[in-house]
């Protein structure tokens, strides 16, 4: 019903603007009067001044003659010319042609619609879209649930043992090392059951912070998922200190998944802005809080982020500065390295040096020193480099993968990945989250030559800390290849000559489709979609070939 009188509304309105064009332009037309109407109105006044000179005696009959014989002669050219103008059949295309113009712009408009819009797509107001939301965040999987779901399940042997092992330990702090050790070796049944026995010796002593962690090792254990296990634990955190960091964080992860975009950015922007300026996971924040806001509606500039300390001369590493802070972190106590706190977003952050000289659980809240740089005789993705001649480090070389497998081999185990949209005017840009399970669309850069374009692009990278580009291969429908996808690849060739990123290329037929069906599918203005969705096709790109290697990590 509601269709119904949206479409009965428009049309009215249709009708009533196209009636007020018509007559505009009818009366536009009676009102243009012929040029030889006008000149026949002329001549008659003419003839009468010609009889009223006759009359007073101031012209002869013979002049008078003369001069009338002239001017008629003159108005029956006149209307002759007039007849010629208004034909019959001229009038009639004249007056059909201002109404055939109106209705062909109609159906034309119609036609559009019909084609690229979503013409029976019913309304759904924001509390209507909220209200889904939440019912859909209510009914969500369960933290068992989830993990049969993807055949995460551990083996009940597993469970028994690590419950076995908890109930001999009856000393927090040895539970506590336990915990620290399982956490990093990836053994999340033993962590989850050694924190559950130390909440449980704690009694009311437990902290917000064991609460944290206790959600923290749910989330890694279903690989970043927040069940309503987890959300449990944050708000028992949260109710015992409002403050803390790592449960406000993940609580906004949550409301990510739950699609309530406006509640996570109400939680993410005072974190980012007024919380620890080292905690690990302001990288992440910053790198998604933008495209957050406008989801949730916001307009929003991302602050501009506190400088780095600085780095030594000669590529030495930073290696007392992080064995300090990892002494204050054992001072302060414990928190999450990177996001969700594995091992393998640590070993892509940090050095060997640095992950030598420091506990790996993550120590306390000023844990920023899990996000340095690489190893002093490691490359930006922690492979060994080859040292150049002057004892600098080089990178490993280009390398233009033949797959994805191939690609994803290359990579570190944590680290963000850029997806390209490579058009003739525009290249779309498209950012994964650091577990490269999400694409999120970045921006568009406006082509102007590839100095300019690949300066751009290799600031974004440094910006977001890429290690890996995804270039859209423009295949034909059948699989072919042609200008655009020669084009493509000379683009890549031309790119790795400027990074030893690892690149690779990815299917990106239909991709432009899929964008514009979202972004309508979104009500985007018309300006709002020529402005981004180059970079949602990107994200399109990027979470295909995330989706890939995603698969053919968990089938190996």
Known sequence: METFWFWAVAGAMTVIVAAFLIRSLAQAREELTPAAVQDMQVYRDQLAEADRDLARGTITAAEAERLKTEVARRLLEADRALRAETAPGTALRAGWLPIAAVLAAGLAALGLYARIGVPWYADLPIADRIAAADAAMAARPAQADFLAREGLTPAPQDIAAAQDAAAAISDPAALEQRIADSFVAQDYVT??????????????????????????????????????????????????????????????????????????????????????????????????????????????????????????????????????????????????????????????????ADHRARRPWPQGRSAGDLRRGPGPLRGTRGRPCRPCRRGHNRGPGPVICDDLAAFAALLPASGAVAGLDLGDKTVGVAISDLRRSVATPSEVIRRVKFTLDAARLMAIVAERQVCGLILGLPLNMDGSTGPRVQSTQAFARNLARLTDLPIAFWDERLSTVAAERALLEADASRKRRKEVIDAVAAGYILQGALDRMAWQGKSS
Not at 228 to 252: F, H, S, T, V, W
Not at 303 to 321: E, I, K
């Open 191 to 352: 962590a989850l059951a050694m924190h559950e026995r130390r909440i449980a010796l704690l009694g009311d002593a437990a902290t917000a912070r064991d609460q944290a962690l206790l959600a923290l090792i749910l989330v890694s254990q279903a690989r970043g998922y927040v069940s309503p296990e987890a959300e449990a634990g944050l708000r028992a955190a949260l109710m015992q200190d409002p403050e803390n960091e790592l449960a406000i964080y993940l609580l906004g992860e949550m409301l990510i998944q739950g699609e309530r975009f406006d509640l996570a950015f109400r939680f993410w922007r005072p974190l980012l802005e007024r919380g620890s300026p080292d905690a690990p996971w302001n990288a992440e924040i910053r790198q998604n809080i933008e495209d957050l806001a406008y989801l949730a509606g916001e307009s929003y500039q991302l602050p501009q982020a506190a400088p780095g300390p600085r780095r030594r001369r000669h590529g030495r590493r930073r290696r007392d500065d992080a064995r300090r802070a990892a002494g204050d972190d054992r001072r302060n106590g414990c928190a999450v390295a990177g996001a969700v706190g594995q091992r393998r977003r640590q070993r892509g952050r940090m050095g060997a």
